[in-house]
DNA sequence: GTGGTTCATATTTTT
DNA sequence: TATGAACCAC
């Protein structure tokens, strides 16, 4: 149990936010004399890390401290005093909604947009534009590609099968995700240690090392490769290397707990000149070690950069004092923190008059279906107006699952009262086949040498262009040394494929060749509003937008769609015309190929206020006025798997995967667990999540279900407060006697255990319902199920079995939810 | 090439 | 359970 203490936290509260509000009105009245409008309302420590400009520093910015707006203050400041011009800011962040926020905001903060920062942009995108002026450097050329995870794992398939090696045991997405790990640590093939040379199969490296030497053959780097390339680059040029260090004069960077070490290298690197390095993150927000991301690189700041300046920002301008203190009470669980101990003032929630807000609410819940009404319920309740609370609407209430599975039931859900969703996340736009095709047609026009692309447009739509035939365009390429399209061509030509597929192969080539005349010509396209006739006259040229209608029309790949009679086509061409659209924004297709590489974002405008579901990860930097935490059951969450792959450290991840969770509140926060759920179609029995006794017990508030176990008739009293209150102090016992483990059914499950001497409640650990607890029933019994009714075991197979019910027909139904029909006693369930 | 079948598999996800 | 990939038969 947490020691947390909220009067304390009140009193550093209310204190420190007077001061911070004494000393705001202080500071920005102006020290460097110029009108400085982009430092109001800033408190003590956010002015403090606008101010601190040279030398390290690392920003530790906890939950809704406002973080970006110090950030961008400090841009602004750099600019407005002439410290550095808009190209010597360096400022590098994780996604593109991030960076084009920034711009944004500093844009806003200037009044005046933010271009000329060329700079300022995600990792990978800052990284292009450096290897694309310095490609050869790296044995590339300016113009190469950028595969995805979906061509990396082509490529690595391909390799695995030529290697002779069985790629159902050693899939290319196991070898894709092990050359990642390398990638993100900055190893080249030579560089691995040998500690990981056992990895897949003792064949990992050899097959690493043959993967780089096809990706430099092909022109294409993966996303790893981008900070790679740059990083030896740098290494072995120090003169290039010196003058972007003295270029750079100012390097912001933000989610700095985010970065892993190929990053952190890179940002070393950079930093060494000027060293006016500053970092912004929170330790405690760190929910990317799977993907590489090092909190060890935001603990070791201090270390790293000698001489460097640590700038807490504490207030929070987001949660009630209730919420943000159950978060505390459960990150103080983690050990190694850099600690920050977080307050605020805000008193009242504006949905709440509750001082210091609403508790934060648990409730547990029989299983995840119960769980998924109950929070529809609520979400509705809420809409009306609950418990003294202003209505909150659809819009300001998001529910935050550990896994995306768990957002089925709650869709189900959802769907079924009609209450309106938006699910975050999944498969994203640029990510879908018809997108990714046409991008394909794109690619090969721009560069005829991207074999990857051209494999996966050959025959899409169908040309008659099968295996054979393709593999004849591979062997005429190797054989003379060329790439796929120039091999295709040569088939054409020397008839090296004859019949229907042959003909079908020539259009393609022609056409191929036919659209990179028109972009390749001596048309310069300007934007999609500019005249169809060059200067001369001599050539028609047609704008990057039509080009591309041209492409998708002519290859047939609009028709192939269009003729497509599946209840997806539609909005498939839907997609189509959506990316071509797209493309108006940008000069030409190469420009649009690049961004989009890069660009992932998709984030649709729909008007209509919804709930949202999305998983914790997807919810960092997002702020709701309630929020949904359900499915807090140890296993789910913390994840079992997370916990065994990486034990302790596992684990605080997982924690601070709560932290963020229940940060995101802005007034109200509702955990919830339930005792049985679904796993792989297997029904089990869980226990609450060990988070939920790392809640202080001050700041929370179980509820109970009214009436939802079927005490029907009062026939049993089971939820009453009086059990309750004779519970232990642990929370979780409370909320699960409240209602999960006091239901009739659970202790009726208890009471058959207990006869076979088998475990008691408060021991149960996750176990799966074993076939003696169901063996209680045979062929013939009469049983009784809360939704069914009653009827008749005709079948037994396992825990499951097959019931002729009296009213409901025959059903298949786990032995769990059913109870003998003679038994004396409750009502079932 | 398609369609049906079997089989394995089963967090979190950006670029 | 349920989804997707891969394989086989036509």
Known sequence: ???????????????????????????????????????????????????????????????????????????????????????EILAVTFTNKAAREMKN???????????????????????????????????????????????????????????????????????????????????????????????????????????????TELNACDFGDLLMHVIRIFQENEDLLAQYQRWFRYILVDEYQDTN????????????????????????????????????????????????????????????????????????????????????????????????????????????????????EEIEAMGQGTRGMDPIGPNEIAILVRASHQMRAFEDRFLTIGLPYRVIGGPRFYERMEIRDAMAYFRVVVSPDDDLAFERIVNTPKRGLGDKAQQTIQRMARSNGVGLLEGARLCVETQAIGGKGGKELRVLVDGLARWRQMITGPLRQVGPTDDLIEEDGAIKGVSHVELAEIILD??????????????????????????????????????????????????????????????????????????????????????????????????????????????RAEEVCTISFAGNRRVYG??????????????????????????????????SASASPVEQTMAGSNLHERAARADVYNSPGWRRLQANQGQRGLRQPSEAKTMTIDAEAVSAFSIGDRVFHQKFGYGEVMHVEGDKLAIEFDKAGSKHVVGRFLVAAGDSGDVPF
């Open 1 to 87: 149990m947490s020691s947390y203490d909220d009067s304390d936290a009140f009193e550093a509260a209310a204190s420190s936010s007077l001061a911070a509000r004494a000393m705001s009105a202080r500071t920005s009245s102006g020290l460097t004399g110029g009108p400085q409008p982009y430092l109001d309302g800033l408190n003590p420590a956010q002015l403090e890390a606008v101010h601190q400009l040279d030398g390290p520093v690392l920003m530790l910015a906890g939950a809704g401290t406002g973080k970006t707006r110090a950030l961008t203050a400090r841009i602004a400041h750099l600019l407005s005093t002439g410290h550095a011009r808009p190209n």
């Open 105 to 215: 905001r500093v844009g806003h903060l200037l009044g005046q947009p933010a271009e000329g920062m060329p700079w300022l942009g995600t990792f990978h995108a800052i990284c292009v534009k450096l290897l694309r002026r310095h490609a050869e450097l790296a044995g590339l050329k300016s113009n190469f590609t950028i595969l995805d995870t979906d061509d990396q794992n082509r490529l690595l398939k391909q390799l695995i099968i030529a290697a002779e090696i069985d790629d159902k045991r050693w899939p290319a997405r196991a070898l894709g995700s092990i050359i990642d790990g390398w990638k993100n640590r900055a190893l080249t093939p030579e560089k691995v240690p040998t500690a990981d040379h056992g990895a897949f199969n003792h064949r990992g490296v050899e097959l690493y090392a043959q993967y780089q030497t096809r990706l």
């Open 261 to 376: 070490v190929a990053q952190y290298l890179w940002l070393r690197l950079l930093a060494a000149g000027h060293k006016n390095i500053c970092c912004v993150g929170d330790d405690d927000q760190s929910i990317y070690g799977w993907r590489g991301a090092e909190v060890g690189n935001i603990l070791r700041f201090e270390k790293d950069f000698e001489g460097a300046k640590v700038v807490r920002l504490e207030q929070n301008y987001r949660s009630t004092g209730h919420i943000l203190a159950a978060a505390s009470g459960v990150i103080e669980g983690n050990k190694g923190r850099l600690g920050k101990t977080l307050f605020t003032d805000k008193e009242h929630g504006n949905y709440s008059n509750t001082v210091g807000g609403e508790k934060v609410r648990l409730i547990g819940h029989w299983d995840g279906d119960e769980e998924a009404r109950w929070v529809g």
């Open 554 to 663: 002519e290859s047939g790949y609009t028709a192939h769609w269009q003729n497509d009679k599946t209840p997806e086509a539609p909005g498939r061409l839907e997609n189509l015309k959506e990316l071509v659209k797209a493309l108006e924004s940008f000069e030409n297709l190469q420009g649009f190929l690049e961004h989009v590489s890069l660009i992932m974002d998709n984030e649709s405008d729909d008007q209509e206020p919804k709930v949202t579901l999305m998983t914790l990860h997807a919810a960092k930097g997002l702020e709701f006025p309630a929020i949904f935490l359900p499915g807090w059951e140890d296993g789910l969450f913390p994840s079992q798997r997370s916990m065994d792959e990486s034990g302790i450290t596992g684990l605080e991840e997982e924690r601070r995967l709560a932290y963020v969770g229940i940060t």
């Open 682 to 715: 297997q029904w089990q029995s869980q226990m609450p999540s060990r988070f939920i006794d790392e809640l202080p017990e001050a700041h929370v508030e179980v509820l109970t279900p009214p009436g939802l176990y079927g005490h029907q008739g009062g026939m």
